[in-house]
């Protein structure tokens, strides 16, 4: 069994801070993770994923995440908020080689000028 | 450019009546997945399938069917449409490749946004 607990539903930064969205999982076998990014009236788009190896992972637009498997966490960052973020951000996990992923809720980030 | 493409961005159905959603992939993925949204309640799994004729209920199949007689092709159908499927739908494909099923992501469609009145 698997599943994600986004913790916010809501995250509001200013344009230049950084940005934290928070990700936490269980997963039964050892975890495959992503962050998709969903923009308004769009379908999901990958952001990025951790599989095995680094356990920090770069995605696109400067965001990247770091899997911490004694916290069980999946936090997504990105040093410095730019007005084109704002969106809503999904946390995923799968396990094993089923190919069926859990999503989270979704975080809505809002940029503030 | 890889892609999922959904029949329709909305569609407006009458209560009662049969509706296909359509979704073609041209990845030549093995599996394919029907997700609505909803505010607040996230993406939950309608139906998967993970090849050709072959298909899985996920966590929400009831009022729903679902169809794959091609690889590419992964149809969702609502038998009689209902006020509470108005929902935005997401269909999505991904690759087995390898093993590596579970860890390749999703590519979704755009999405198709369903009313019924």
């Known amino acids: 069994a698997q599943s994600v607990t986004q913790l916010g539903s809501h995250v509001s930064v200013s344009e230049g801070a950084l940005v934290l969205l928070r990700c936490n999982y269980s997963s039964s076998v050892p975890p495959y993770l992503f962050w998709y990014v969903q923009y308004p009236n769009q379908g999901l788009q990958l952001l990025l994923k951790y599989t095995t190896g680094a356990t920090l992972v770069k995605g696109i637009n400067g965001f990247e995440a770091e899997f911490k498997k004694s916290e069980t966490s999946f936090h997504l960052t990105k040093p410095s908020a730019h007005m084109s973020d704002a969106a809503e951000y999904f946390c995923?996990?799968?396990?094993?080689?089923?190919?069926?992923?859990?999503f989270g809720d979704g975080t809505t980030l809002t940029v503030k000028p | 450019d890889v892609k999922v493409t959904q029949s329709s961005r909305y569609l407006v159905k009458r209560t009662g009546e049969k509706v296909f959603l359509e979704c073609v992939q041209d990845m030549d993925h093995e599996n394919m997945f029907w997700y609505r949204q909803d505010p607040g309640l996230g993406l939950r799994l309608i139906y998967f399938s993970y090849d050709v004729k072959m298909k899985e209920k996920g966590d929400i199949p009831e009022g729903y069917s679902v169809s794959r007689e091609k690889k590419e092709r992964f149809s969702l159908i609502l038998e009689s449409a209902s006020t509470n499927q108005t929902s935005m739908y997401l269909c999505?494909?991904?690759?087995?490749?390898?093993?590596?099923?579970?860890?390749?992501?999703?590519?979704f469609g755009s999405g198709t946004r369903l009313t019924v009145v």
């Open positions: 999505a494909s991904s690759s087995s490749g390898m093993g590596q099923g579970g860890a390749r992501g999703y590519t």
């Open positions: 995923a996990v799968s396990g094993g080689n089923a190919g069926k992923s859990t």
